[in-house]
């Protein structure tokens, strides 16, 4: 595991709710990591937490999503400046990512930050069959959601379904509701053969392992999930 100081380049809200970092190594070298991994980020106070990463490996900037919640690190947040230093030890988790595979993702609010390290990863690649689907209340709490848009269109391997499930605004025209077994079946070719990548608070992965595993039948190495028990 890597332990450096990066600096704090830039940070900006992705939606009401959600701030996006943005980090440089303070020596000009990043530390190696997978997409769909994580690193355990220390503020100056000295208050550590771990997040997934949101950047590809290749980025000009090591990037996170991060939920503020109003704990310990997240109220910190909005008084810590640009060009503070922040400690980065990693990478953590498990190594998810395999380039060859053919993935159904699915995200449910924040969760999708490794996602897009993945989706990021892959752009411009040799074409993969890859299905997002990305859950959220509502649309404010879809971040990345043009940028998303731009990946499927510039990407015909690539299909992403965005589904709300508290409210439906005018002229939306993606789902509503909660990723189900119905739902992933009406998007998803072979969806028998795909490995499997779910990420988001424990309530909707815990229910979606069970859609996966036992209604669909896929095996359980053939998935991964992480959920978290954040509101």
């Known amino acids: 595991m890597y332990s450096k100081n990066y600096v704090l380049s830039k940070k900006q809200m992705l939606s009401s709710h959600i701030m996006g970092l943005y980090l440089k190594p303070e020596d000009g070298e990043h ?15 000295g208050v550590k937490r771990a997040y997934s990463i949101a950047s590809a490996p290749n980025a000009e900037f090591l990037e996170f999503g991060i939920k503020l919640v109003e704990g310990e690190f997240t109220s910190r ?7 503070e230093k922040i400690l980065v030890e990693g990478p953590l988790g498990p190594l998810v990512y395999d380039t060859e595979g053919d993935y159904v993702l699915i995200a449910g609010g924040v969760g999708i930050t490794p996602m897009m390290s993945v989706l990021r990863d892959r752009d411009g690649k040799e074409c993969k069959k890859d299905v997002l689907f990305y859950s959220s209340r509502t649309k404010d709490g879809l971040i990345y959601f043009n940028e998303l848009e731009k990946l499927e269109k510039r990407n015909q391997c690539l299909q992403v379904v965005f589904t709300l499930t508290r409210e439906t605004p005018k002229d939306w025209k993606y ?21 499997y990548f779910v990420c988001g608070p424990a309530k909707m ?6 859609i996966i595993l036992d209604e669909l039948q896929i095996p359980n190495a053939n998935c991964t999930f992480e959920g978290w028990s954040i509101p």
């Open 205 to 210: 992965v815990d229910g979606l392992k069970k």
């Open 77 to 83: 947040l909005p008084v810590t400046d640009e060009g």
């Open 175 to 195: 789902e509503t509701g909660h990723v189900d077994s119905k739902m992933i079946k009406k998007y998803v070719k072979d969806f028998d053969k795909k490995r």
């Open 31 to 45: 530390i190696p990591y997978t997409p769909g991994q994580f690193m355990l980020l220390t503020l100056p106070c």
